[in-house]
């Protein structure tokens, strides 16, 4: 008997719902977990990445960039900068891994400043066919192609408006992996249109055996030794080796991607300049690279300028390892130093920040002068300056001091250590030498005694059109012209060398860069630097007094500026009070001629500076900027003028600046422009009329604040 | 009629239902929302550890899945109720019943218990109620011979020494006279007015035993019974319900069950000398009779509608005694059953049965990965496991809460999942090691 036949029937029905009931939940389960998993638009990581997003959308409404830092200039250098990936709990903070705290405020400090993203389109039109680019213009790239990188980079690039390019590792491409990204996601990444996605290795990104001892070195830039054979591959097997890998990893992108890749980025940046078996991968590999990739990446090692230049048709471009110490701050100032460098550039007193770069030997600053010296190990140093590299046409005048050493050289026309042309001086000549794909060449000598001194000499050379001249001093000691060079360009620097090591150095107290080719090489002269607290009441033409506009004269004791001839106005400043920054400049001085009398503090020069403007309808506080006259301040003149014995003073501390008549306040004013942290003191004076306005300047005090 | 009044909800509003159920619900779609994110997270890792993956979604699975069974329980109770109306068109169904009621020094409980049987809503001319003494040397023997006076038609027999709870069974089993047999632990009771509802599913033929709802009815005492509360609500009324909406309840509760006695009679020689590993078996007595009605051939429910009382332990040692005995019963009737059942319900073997088997030995080996290993050896903390575990126990919570609103011990359940995780299934081993020691060892 079938003791179960009644119940039978119903509990199939039971069974059958349960199981269904169980299935649905099991795969709603299983299936949901996949789709968060897999990289749609539900999956876990899109997820915190959007509500990443939206929250970086909101702090970047609030941090505008900075419009006042933004020229609409065109830029002629670009730096491209290079990351990898991101710290967590599990990887700490490391070369390779920065703090995404620290990446928001590298980025969000680029932005604020004015920084924007270009593409790699961009860039290869820059390089290739000298397109212009906006100032402030810089490529964003990520090596290897880490998960972790790009779901904490996106949100915020997003959020900035930025885009970036990857290199990526293609054998790491598996939906597997944790650590690298999948192909689907590439997919996705090159769809956003933010990403580009670009050629690191297929499997080259580390290393191979490259001798019998089983040493290790580079998959691209050694030769491999093959271990059954006994020997290292021959110059023919290591091109198909090296041939095979690109066609891989180019293939592997292009068909998931469905874009051509023509760009990839050297493993550990070594296109075989780090290679251990085989120093000739350095011309063989970059040539290698070409065939298949018309532009590639690496680090780029100090000693060079850190930015890429328009129009010079590298293969190979630079990249700026950003430290993953580094606050926006620094990011900022490191950027700051390769920016490119406009003409006029003077300077009396340097520091690590202005972008001085040290080629060979040893680079300090001490007490705002630039020493370079030989180390234990060389026989000299030189020095350059980042972000010069792209001047032509020029005149560069220093002041140095020649320690030690037996050849002295100002170089101009800088591109790197084997190219440039050089002001040579040794004891017996002076030389001048240009140096061309490392060949050093002589293209004029005088040989004589010299007899100049050794503290602050004077040198200059100029090069323009093919056309060079040294000078020491104010006096031309050689020209050469060849119109072969006349399409030289590149910056400035400094080298100095003894045939005994470490015998080699020499201080540079400061340099001047013009363009006008006829304007005398005027440099400051670091022995004229005043120092606070400054009083004259006996001028004379040595004090230092320079006239820019109008006449300056000087009689019994007294200075006198006045305009003259044509001219409606005259002033003046005070060399070497440049520096000068809080201070209570007080002038005593009679009135004889002219509408206005104005007293100049924080000049910078003609066109820059802040003032106390004085006639008889007005006292306003200026500033000019730019050339632009701005009134901050102005009340109707009341006081009672008298033309002789005018007491007139001005306070300058932070952005304050207030005025005095006759010791007693006037006005002051707090917010001026904050370029003028510092500046010089002078006179300013105006009429309608030509040659109806003069002073008469008694005393000059100033006194630190 | 069925008195479901634990279960209904009328002392709340209709509004404050509706509200109630809303936020039950709410409260669902979240838990289960997370589950789902959270098992992504460990597919996240399928690549690394495939069988932990297959092995935590097919765990979680099936843990949902007895709370879906629980919710065929009563479209399954009624539909075997109306079957009934076949065998019995016009209700007079009503057999005699004898209860069966073993007993050692139970001098305070036992008079209790047997008034309550005398009380049940049926004609007293068709109970009978039967109490071994089992040896006691307590003044239980006094207290039957008052209750003798009072009630004339007990049965009592004496025991001067000690044979055991089966033997007391087997013996009472032998004694009745009734077609229907209600075995009672000698401290629980049976609620009089829910007595029919215990005795009705026998009316159909293929129901050989019945279970009733147990709850301690010590519950607020300390937070040890409440947390037992908790426990039996969610055994009882989840668990078994469970395997009740398939009619193979594989343990009707030693406290509260009905058997039909001619199917458990030509057994009870069989199941008294019940050996494992060549020592008689002294726990797991209940869970054993059930086995032998389910490998004859006949259907076992659970009844929500008779409700039953019974004491549970206050201290934690009897506790920790009670779990070990009820773990050692769970293992050797499992070998038992699992000797037939495939071959009776291959559906039940398969998605229930060995599933449960798999899961209990298995879940204090991963407590003891994710507690003690993983955060040794890989510095992976336990956070994931636990919400894993906490997850599950908010739907069984919510499912709980659904079908009783009143019942307020229920957070006692999130105690219990978490004693269970760190300490419970741990004794499992401790019962497996200690499995030769026959000794009762409660009271």
């Known amino acids: 008997m079938n003791k179960r036949k009644h119940l039978k029937r119903h509990l199939m029905l039971i069974k059958f719902n349960f199981s269904f009931t169980v299935f649905v939940v099991f795969i709603i389960m299983s299936y949901a977990g996949y789709v968060i998993n897999s990289s749609s638009v539900f999956a876990k990581n899109n997820i915190i990445s959007s509500i990443r997003y939206l929250n970086y959308k909101s702090i970047s409404a609030q941090a505008k960039v900075n419009q006042a830092q933004v020229k609409n200039e065109a830029s002629t250098s670009i730096p491209v900068l290079v990351y990898h990936g991101f710290a967590s709990k599990s990887k700490p903070e490391s070369e390779y891994s920065i703090d995404l705290k620290k990446f928001e405020d590298q980025m969000i400090s680029l ?11 961009d860039l290869k039109r820059f390089n290739n066919e000298n397109a212009s680019l906006p100032e402030k213009s810089f490529l964003l790239t990520f090596d290897d192609g880490r998960q972790d990188m790009y779901y904490n980079a996106d949100p915020l690039l997003r959020a900035l408006n930025y885009n970036a390019v990857i290199f990526d590792i293609t054998e790491k491409n598996d939906a597997g992996s944790n650590y690298y990204l999948s192909k689907d996601e590439l997919k996705r990444m090159t769809k956003s249109k933010r990403w580009d996605v670009e050629a690191h290795a297929y499997k080259g990104h580390g290393d191979i055996e490259i001798d019998a001892n089983g040493k290790k070195g580079h998959f691209f830039s050694n030769k491999q030794w093959l271990k059954d054979q006994n020997r290292a591959e021959t110059t023919d097997e290591y091109t198909a080796r090296i041939k095979d890998e690109l066609t891989h990893v180019k293939n592997d992108l292009e068909s998931t991607l469905n874009t051509p890749v023509t760009t990839f980025a050297y493993p550990y940046g070594d296109y075989g300049q780090e290679s251990l078996n085989f120093p000739e991968a350095k011309q063989l590999l970059p040539n290698i690279v070409k065939e298949y990739f018309p532009l590639s990446f690496y680090q780029y090692a100090s000693g060079a300028f850190s930015y890429n230049y328009a129009g010079e048709r590298n293969a190979l471009i630079k990249r700026i390892i950003v430290d993953s110490k580094w606050s926006g701050e620094n990011l900022l100032s490191e950027l700051a130093k390769g920016h490119s460098k406009q003409i006029p550039y003077s300077s009396n007193t340097f520091d690590q920040s202005q972008g001085w770069v040290s080629s060979w030997g040893n680079l300090n600053f001490d007490n705002r002068i630039m020493k370079i010296e030989s180390g234990k190990d060389s026989a000299g140093s030189s020095v350059f300056l980042d972000g010069s590299k792209s001047w032509k046409n020029y005149s560069f005048s220093s002041t140095v001091n020649w320690e030690k050493g037996s050849d002295l050289s100002v170089l101009s026309n ?77 910056g400035v620097g400094f080298k100095i060398w003894d045939k005994q090591i470490n015998n080699a150095s020499m201080q540079i107290k400061s340099i001047k860069i013009v363009k006008d080719s006829d304007q005398n090489v005027v440099v400051v002269d670091p022995t004229k630097i005043k120092s606070l607290p400054y009083k004259i009441n006996s001028f004379n033409q040595d004090l230092g007094w320079t006239k820019t506009w109008g006449t300056l004269r000087y009689n019994q004791e007294a200075m006198i500026l006045e305009s003259t001839g044509d001219g409606t106005g005259a002033s003046s400043y005070l060399q070497g009070s440049e520096n000068w920054q809080e201070y209570s400049y007080q002038t005593k001085l009679d009135w004889s001629k002219g509408s206005n009398v104005i007293l100049m503090a924080r000049y910078l020069d003609e066109k820059n500076y802040v003032s106390f403007n004085i006639s008889d309808q007005y006292l306003r506080i200026e500033q000019r900027v730019d050339d632009q006259t701005e009134i901050l301040k102005e009340i109707k003149n009341e006081l009672n003028m008298p033309k ?12 304050k600046i207030v005025c005095y008549f006759q010791n007693s306040p006037i006005f002051d004013f707090i917010g001026i422009n904050s370029k003028f942290n510092k500046g010089a003191i002078g006179f300013k004076i105006w009429d309608q009329a030509p040659a109806n306005a003069k002073i008469i300047i008694n005393e000059v005090l100033v006194d630190p604040l | 009629m069925i008195d479901n009044s634990i279960y209904h909800t009328k002392e709340y509003g209709i509004f404050s239902n509706i509200f109630f159920k809303f936020i039950l619900i709410f409260t669902g779609v979240i838990a289960f929302t997370s589950v789902i994110l959270l098992k992504a997270t460990t597919v996240d890792q399928y690549w690394r550890d495939p069988y932990l993956v297959v092995y935590t979604v097919l765990v979680t699975t099936f843990e949902l899945s007895r709370v879906f069974g629980a919710m065929f329980y009563n479209y399954s109770y009624k ?10 068109p016009n209700g007079i169904f009503e057999p005699t019943v004898s209860f069966v009621i073993p007993c050692k020094n139970e001098e305070k409980s036992i008079g209790k218990t047997i008034e309550k049987c005398f009380e049940s809503h049926y004609p007293k001319e068709k109970l009978e109620v039967i109490v071994i003494n089992d040896g006691s040397t307590d003044k239980t023997e006094e207290v039957l011979r008052q209750m003798k006076l009072r009630h004339e038609s007990l049965v009592v027999e004496n025991w001067s020494v000690n044979k055991g709870k089966r033997h007391a069974m087997a013996t009472g089993f032998k004694l009745a006279k009734g077609e229907i047999i209600v075995q009672l632990d000698s401290d629980s009771y049976i609620v009089p007015s829910t007595f029919r509802h215990l005795i009705e599913p026998f009316a159909h033929p293929e129901i050989g035993a019945v279970c009733a709802h147990a709850d301690p009815e010590n519950a607020g005492k300390n937070w040890l019974t409440k947390m037992q509360s908790a426990y039996y609500f969610m055994s009882f009324r989840i668990l078994k319900a469970a395997e009740s909406s398939f009619m193979l309840v594989f343990c009707c509760s030693g406290c509260s069950s009905a058997y039909r006695k001619d199917i458990v009679l030509p057994i009870l020689d069989t199941w008294l000398g019940e050996k494992f590993l060549g020592l008689p078996v002294t726990w797991g007595d209940d869970r054993s009779l059930t086995n032998w009605v389910l490998k004859l051939g006949y259907n076992t429910v659970y009844t929500s509608n008779a409700r039953a009382y019974t004491i549970c332990p206050e201290r934690l040692r009897q506790f920790i005694k009670q779990q070990v005995r009820w773990k050692k019963g769970w293992f050797v009737n499992s070998i038992f059953a699992s000797k037939f059942i495939y071959r009776r319900e291959p559906f039940i073997a398969f998605t229930y049965f060995f599933p449960l088997i798999a899961v209990t030995l298995i879940t204090p080996f991963m407590a003891f990965k994710a507690f003690v290993y993983n955060p040794v050896f890989l510095n992976i903390p336990p956070y994931l496991y636990m919400a894993g575990v906490f997850l599950v126990a908010i739907i069984i919570t919510l499912y709980y809460r659904h079908v009783s609103r009143r019942h307020k011990y229920w957070p006692y359940v999130f105690v219990w999942s978490a004693i269970n995780m760190v300490f419970l299934s741990f004794i499992l081993f401790y019962a497996l090691f200690t499995i030769q020691n026959r000794k009762w060892g409660t009271r």
Do not use: A
């Open chain 1, 644 to 655: 002789y014995g005018l007491d007139v003073k001005i306070d300058v501390v932070g952005n």
């Open chain 2, 79 to 88: 539909k075997m109720l109306k079957q009934k109306k076949s065998f019995d």
């Open chain 1, 111 to 121: 932005k604020k400043s004015g920084y924007r993203t270009v593409t790699l389109e």
């Open chain 1, 414 to 490: 800088y591109l790197d250590d084997n190219n440039y042309l050089s002001f040579n001086l040794t004891q017996s000549s002076v030389r001048l030498v240009l140096k061309n794909m490392g060949e050093q060449k002589i293209l004029k000598e005088i040989k004589r005694e010299l007899d100049v001194p050794k503290d602050n000499l004077s040198l200059g050379i100029r090069s323009i059109d093919g056309k060079t001249s040294l000078f020491i001093g104010d006096k031309l000691v050689l020209e050469y012209e060849n119109s072969e060079y006349k399409d030289l360009y590149g």
